[in-house]
C-alpha cells in the first residue's frame, strides 16, 4: 500500500473482516495529489463505481422478498416497452447475472443528445436472453429503471437510499452535496469536465444526474464491509435484513463465465488470477470498480476484504495486482492467527 500511494492513487482504505467482527481498518494518504487537499480517514467516502451494481442488486433481492419484484419470468408488465420485441423474455435473474444479452456499454459521446435510460432500456441486445454473459452497464441501467418503476412513485436514489439506511448503512448516497464533495477523493481530469471530485466518474451515470444503477454510489469502507456481511451472516447465522433464501441463491452460481463466473449481482472467484487473488476459496465472492475499488467475501473462512481507492487518479491503469496483494496478505494473516 506504502509503494502504490502516489503512484496508483492518492487515498486508499482497506478495512478487513472476520466472523463479522473488525480485524484491521487503516486510512493511506490525501484527498488528492495535486494540489490543496484533506487527509484521507477511515470513514472517508469514496466514488464506488461499480459497487453500485452490488447494492443495487441487493435492494431489487430486497423488492424480490416483498414480492414487488419476482426472479424468474418476464418483467414487461413494469417494461412495457419490451412487449413483442426480443426483450421480452428477460428475467430479473438474467439481468442480475449479466445474461440478459445487453451490450456492455456505449460510448458517452453517443448518448449526450439521448434519454440514457430509454437508450438502454430499448437499444437492440448483443445476444438472446440467456445465451452467454456479457458483463454489462445497460442492463443494470435497466435494473435502475426497474426497481425504480416498481417502488411505485420514489426515485431510484430515495429507494435505494431509503433500503439501505433502513439496512444499516450510514454514508452511502448518490450525488453528495457541494460542501461534502472536498472530502471526497479526486477521480479524473479529463477534458470533458475537468477534474473530477465528488461527482461521479462514471459518464453515463453523469449524464443521467449522478443516480443509477450501475454506478453513482458513494459511500465508505465500513458501508461496503455491511453489504458483504448482510450476505455473510445468511451463510452464518447472523442476523441480517435480507431474505437468507434469496442471499444464498445471490452467491451462487447463476450463469458461467471463463472470466469470472456470476451469482445475483455478485462476481464469483473463477482461477485464481481474478482480483481476489489466490489465496480465497473457491466459493469466494465479491465486486470491483472502475475507479479503483473492490470487495471480496470468503464465505469458508467468514472473511471480507474491503480495498477502496481513487486510482484513476493517476491514469486508467490496471489495479489487479494491488488488489491480489491486499487480499493475500488478509487471508495469510486470517489463516496464521
Known sequence: ???????????????????????FERAYGRTR??????????????????ITK???????????????????????DLVPEWRGTAHEPIALRQILAHDAGFKSGADYRTLLDQDVERFALTGPLAAPPGEKVIYSDLGFIALGAIAERAARGRSLAAHVEGVLRAFGTRTTGYAPRGRERSAIPATETDAWRGSVQGEVHDE????????????????????????????LAARHGRPTPLDRGLAREAIREQAWDPVLRRGLGWALKT??????????????????GFTGTSIW?????????????NNVHHGRTDLRLVRT?????????IDRA
Open 1 to 23: 500500500m506504502r509503494a502504490a500511494l502516489g503512484v496508483r492513487f492518492s487515498a486508499a482504505v482497506v478495512r478487513v473482516e472476520h466472523r463479522g467482527a473488525v480485524c
Open 33 to 50: 495529489d495535486d494540489g490543496p487537499a484533506l487527509p484521507c480517514n477511515v470513514d472517508t467516502r469514496f466514488d464506488l463505481a461499480s
Open 54 to 76: 452490488a447494492f443495487v442488486s441487493t435492494v431489487a433481492l430486497a423488492q424480490t422478498a416483498r414480492g414487488e419484484l419476482r426472479l424468474d419470468g418476464s418483467l414487461s
Open 204 to 231: 453515463k451515470a453523469y449524464l443521467m444526474g449522478g443516480s443509477a444503477g450501475h454506478a453513482g454510489l458513494f459511500g465508505d469502507a465500513r458501508d461496503v464491509a455491511l453489504l458483504g456481511e448482510w450476505y
Open 271 to 288: 482461477n485464481d488470477e481474478n482480483s481476489c487473488g489466490a489465496l480465497m476459496s473457491s466459493n469466494t465472492f465479491g465486486h470491483t
Open 297 to 309: 467475501v470468503d464465505p469458508d473462512r467468514d472473511l471480507s476484504v474491503v480495498f477502496l481507492t
Open 325 to 333: 496483494a491486499v487480499a493475500d496478505a488478509a487471508v495469510t494473516e
